[in-house]
């Protein structure tokens, strides 16, 4: 019963879902899913996090990176049966084909390169807000 409400709980959200799909080519790391959904890195990696403890994805960390995959050794039957009904409903989704095209987008950009466009932006978004709190423009 656990499992079951584990997978129930992870699967009843429209942007885990979409987590959860664009893994199924390829693994991902937090960077690419963040550009994907366009969501702060925190909400992702809880989303990420969801879907983990699910056992709908799996991670690994590769220096200050984490990355994501759909799992793929010893996978809970339930999980299996999830993972293959959200697929087999789902990929015609237009959201879904968007997703994954954008998915072939965004893997076309180094990793690296990405992850440091997003904390550069981060830091100008602070710094204004910074700026706009002492009155400046």
């Not at 080519?25 to 366009?38: A, I, S």
């Not at 990420?48 to 793929?72: C, D, F, H, N």
């Not at 990793?111 to 423009?137: F, H, N, T, V, Y």
Request: proline fraction near 3%; charge should be positive.
């Amino acid at each position: 019963m656990r499992e079951f409400m584990a997978i129930t709980r992870a699967l009843g959200d429209e942007q885990r879902v979409r987590l959860l799909l664009a893994l199924r080519q390829r693994e991902l790391c937090v960077c690419q899913l963040v550009e994907l959904v366009g969501l702060a890195t925190s909400t992702v990696s809880k989303h990420m996090s969801i879907l983990k403890q699910a056992q709908l994805v799996e991670s690994r960390k590769e220096g200050r990176w984490i990355y994501y995959r759909l799992p793929r050794d010893h996978v809970p039957r339930v999980v299996q049966q999830a993972i293959d009904w959200v697929v087999e409903h789902l990929t015609n989704d237009p959201r879904i084909k968007q997703d994954q095209q954008q998915v072939e987008a965004i893997d076309r950009i180094d990793p690296q390169q990405l992850c440091k466009g997003r904390s550069d932006r981060q830091g100008q978004s602070r710094k204004k807000r910074a700026e706009i709190s002492r009155g400046g423009s």
